[in-house]
């Protein structure tokens, strides 16, 4: 029998975390991941622009027979994700909803803070998302953009990376959450910063991982998992040259990066 892969995407390197616990909860599963390297980053993009990208690439992996697709970018989950839940006929699994469900259940005080990208916090995604799972909870935003060059940069704690999360963090401190979702595929990166910052009595919540767990759940559920003695290939495709993303790839993905193809979606799906 011949099984399809997992198709996953992102703006660019980031959704590799994504990958990453995929790969760690579902080693036995073929995955395609696309990086949107020429036209990262999404976070400052208006929501058509990004839905436009999104079902750009979204055709991309259908052509390749996938079996389920993960948006491994919370900008584009957030803006997206009811576009191409709509127009796939595959189950499409996003990062915001995981990210939500784990903070909703391991809240005490019910304060629950959230950090991403400026499109993700514009859109309100993450908010409503928590509050339909607990309406009474308190949820307060912060946009920290420049978190992703860093985590790109590898500054995850030099001088610069430790101010920046000093300002970006401090009313969301001071007002006293008790957990703090990472609404970014590249803050992951940053965790150790971001945990020092806040201090040991808020939960740092990695959608990843929430991510990967409800991806083996659907797969579970629809008999789509493979034999557990397999053993997954990855493939890699990106728009922009592939030097980039190798470099910084093998860091996000603990230098086990594969095949990486550059691809033009306008050859591919006559688009752009
Ligand atoms: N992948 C994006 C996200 O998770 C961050 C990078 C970008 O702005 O494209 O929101």
Redesign the pocket.
């Known amino acids: 029998m011949a099984w399809k892969s997992i198709g996953i995407f992102?703006?660019?390197v980031?959704?590799l975390t994504v990958l990453r616990e995929i790969m760690h909860s579902l080693p036995q599963e073929d995955t395609l991941y696309f990086g949107d390297t020429a036209r990262?980053?999404?976070?400052?993009k208006s929501p058509e622009t990004v839905t436009r990208y999104a079902c750009e690439i979204a055709t991309f992996l259908m052509k390749r027979d996938i079996k389920l697709l993960v948006v491994?970018?919370?900008?584009?989950?957030?803006v997206a994700l009811p576009t191409l839940k709509r127009l796939l006929t595959i189950p499409v699994v996003g990062?915001i909803e995981p990210g939500a469900r784990r903070a909703a259940l391991i809240t005490r005080s019910g304060r629950i803070g959230v950090i991403?990208?400026a499109?993700?916090i514009r859109s309100s995604a993450y908010t409503r998302a928590i509050k339909r799972l607990k309406p009474e909870a308190e949820v307060l935003t912060r946009a920290c953009?420049l978190f992703?060059p860093l985590a790109e940069e590898g500054w995850t704690d030099n001088q610069v990376a430790r101010l920046t999360a000093h300002i970006y963090l401090q009313e969301l401190k001071e007002s006293d959450v008790d957990t703090l979702v990472l609404?970014?595929?590249?803050y992951p990166l940053l965790k150790p910063l971001i945990a020092d910052v806040m201090g040991p009595d808020v939960i740092l919540v990695d959608s990843a991982e929430e991510t990967a767990r409800t991806v083996a759940a659907i797969l579970a559920d629809k008999g789509l998992l493979r034999p557990p003695a397999e053993r997954g290939n990855h493939n890699f495709f990106v728009t922009d040259i592939p030097a980039g993303f190798v470099r910084i790839g093998n860091r996000f993905l603990g230098g086990k990066l594969g095949d990486v193809f550059q691809v033009s979606l306008e050859e591919e799906v006559g688009m752009v």
């Open positions: 992102d703006s660019g980031g959704g990262v980053p999404y976070g400052t491994a970018c919370n900008t584009a989950s957030a990062v991403g990208t499109g993700t953009p992703v609404g970014c595929t590249h």
